[in-house]
Nanobody, 128 residues
């Protein structure tokens, strides 16, 4: 059974940092695209970042502040979040998608449709 388990969320002041982790089990995800999405109260779930191989893509609002990375040996993906803002407050979800090829891969992977596996989420709260 495939499982994605997020950790690392918490309460932090604006300007602070957190590192989220997503541990995958039940399958080898080396060839999969791994992403982070988030959902704030009363809002729809939105794309945050994705890593496909060594390629990455980010939502504009987090560029320069967030960094996605992966450790294939540990089957784990990370999201380093720096200079956090109150508007980053949300439940953060890890997701996995089968390999996608082509020059428009980042466009396809910024939507939720390609993702078959999802974690339960971890709460991130940024106080002002």
């Amino acid at each position: 059974q495939v499982q994605l388990v997020e950790s690392g969320g918490g309460l932090v002041q604006a300007g602070g940092s957190l590192r989220l982790s997503c541990a995958a089990s039940g399958r080898t995800f080396n060839n999969y695209a791994m992403a982070w999405f988030r959902q704030a109260p009363g809002k729809e779930r939105e794309f945050v970042a994705v890593i496909r191989g060594s390629d990455t893509a980010y939502q504009d609002s987090v560029k320069g502040r967030f960094t996605i990375s992966r450790d294939n040996a540990k089957n784990t993906v990370y999201l380093q979040m720096n200079n956090l803002k109150p508007e980053d407050t949300a439940v953060y979800y890890c997701a996995a998608a089968p390999p996608i090829y082509g020059s428009r891969w980042s466009v396809h992977l910024s939507g939720s449709e390609p993702y078959n596996d999802w974690g339960q989420g971890t709460q991130v709260t940024v106080s002002s």
